[in-house]
């Protein structure tokens, strides 16, 4: 039986592989945590499958932001800037 995994915060889609045998009930097999026998949808090019409630829906896949250089003043105690501790004495 085939199961398919899905990210345990986002509950976005991850992979998919074989379910295991049960040892203890002959004809059963063992599905883990985050993970489930319904198969999920065929996402389009900029949407992604996620798993909540029980049930498979797309969303749209979120743009990543740029992070930015934030300049910090000087310490309490008189030490460096965040800048100076990464990128050295400019």
Same mark, same amino acid.
């Given at each position: 039986?085939?199961?398919? !995994?899905?990210? %345990?915060? *986002?509950? %976005?889609?991850?992979?998919?592989?074989?379910?295991? !045998?049960? /040892?203890?009930?002959?004809?059963?097999?063992?599905?883990?945590?985050?993970?489930?026998?319904?198969?999920?949808? =065929?996402?389009?090019?900029? &949407?992604?499958? =996620?798993?909540?409630? +029980?049930?498979?829906?797309?969303?749209?896949?979120?743009?990543? =932001?740029? &992070?930015?250089?934030?300049?910090? /003043?000087? *310490?309490?105690? +008189?030490? /460096?800037?965040?800048?100076? %501790?990464?990128? +050295?004495?400019?």
């Amino acid at each position: 039986m085939l199961i398919y !995994h899905y990210d %345990v915060a *986002t509950g %976005v889609f991850l992979s998919s592989s074989q379910a295991d !045998h049960s /040892p203890l009930e002959p004809g059963a097999f063992l599905i883990p945590a985050f993970a489930t026998d319904i198969a999920p949808p =065929v996402a389009p090019e900029g &949407q992604q499958a =996620v798993f909540a409630a +029980g049930a498979w829906t797309l969303e749209a896949i979120p743009i990543p =932001v740029p &992070q930015q250089i934030i300049d910090a /003043p000087e *310490t309490l105690f +008189g030490g /460096p800037t965040v800048k100076e %501790v990464f990128y +050295g004495d400019q």
